[in-house]
Structure formats: structure tokens, C-alpha cells
């Protein structure tokens, strides 16, 4: 099983990014996928999460900027970004709270708190 975030990249402040977030594996399903972010020298912090039936929550910082969705069928989840800022520079970090996946003759097993590897996003202003 395996998270692995694309979209990351350098963007003028006021542009927008697309981050996506696609889980590999043998995956029956997710439960809440979240895009977190760490900038240099400061803490992790949680931006936006989605839970399995679609309810959203999503940090003061980046309310009205950022949109997280995702698609059940693909295994995927996306963060838009928009209006982006010089402090939304940081390393994006896609995770799942837990999911379920099948391991060859093993039969179902869960996966709890995984990680992608992570993205960098860097605003200029």
C-alpha cells in the first residue's frame, strides 16, 4: 500500500495548485483521508480532511482558499488550492486515518494512520 502526492510546485502568490493524493495496493477502502503541511521550522499542521461519507473540515488559515474532495472509485483525494500566499509555502503531506486492503492469501488487513511521502509547494510573493 502506498500514498504518493502530486501537484506540488512553485507558484506566484495569488495563483493556484492542484494536489492530488492516489492510494496503490490492494485497497477495498479509506476512511477520512487529510492533507497536512509543514513549514520550515514550524509544527505539522492539519489543512483539510474529508471523512468516508464526504463531510469536510478545513483550517481557519486556508477557509475559503482551499477545497479538499475526493473520489471513492479511484482511491484519490485532491487539495485546490487557490489564492495562495507565501505563508501556504511548506511540504503538503496526504494521510489516511485508516484503510482497508488485502494481503495476497493473508486476507483483510488495516492500515492505520498512513502517510504519503510528501510535496513541496513554494509561494514567491
Known amino acids: 500500500v502506498q500514498l504518493v502526492e502530486s501537484g506540488g510546485g512553485l507558484v506566484q502568490a495569488g495563483g493556484s495548485l492542484k494536489l492530488s493524493c492516489a492510494a496503490s495496493?490492494?485497497?477495498?477502502?479509506?476512511?477520512?483521508w487529510n492533507w497536512y503541511r509543514q513549514a520550515l521550522g514550524k509544527p505539522r499542521e492539519l489543512v483539510a480532511q474529508i471523512a468516508s461519507g464526504g463531510s469536510t473540515k478545513v483550517a481557519d488559515s486556508v477557509k475559503g482558499r482551499f477545497t479538499i474532495s475526493r473520489d471513492d472509485a479511484k482511491k484519490t483525494t485532491a487539495l485546490q488550492m487557490n489564492s495562495l500566499e507565501p505563508e501556504d509555502t511548506a511540504v503538503y503531506y496526504c494521510?489516511?486515518?485508516?484503510?482497508?486492503?488485502?494481503?495476497?492469501?493473508?486476507?483483510?488487513?488495516?492500515?492505520?494512520?498512513?502517510w504519503g511521502q510528501g510535496t513541496q509547494v513554494t509561494v514567491s510573493s
Open positions: 494521510s489516511v486515518d485508516w484503510l482497508l486492503f488485502t494481503d495476497g492469501d493473508m486476507g483483510v488487513k488495516k492500515a492505520v494512520d498512513y
Open positions: 495496493g490492494s485497497i477495498l477502502s479509506i476512511n477520512t
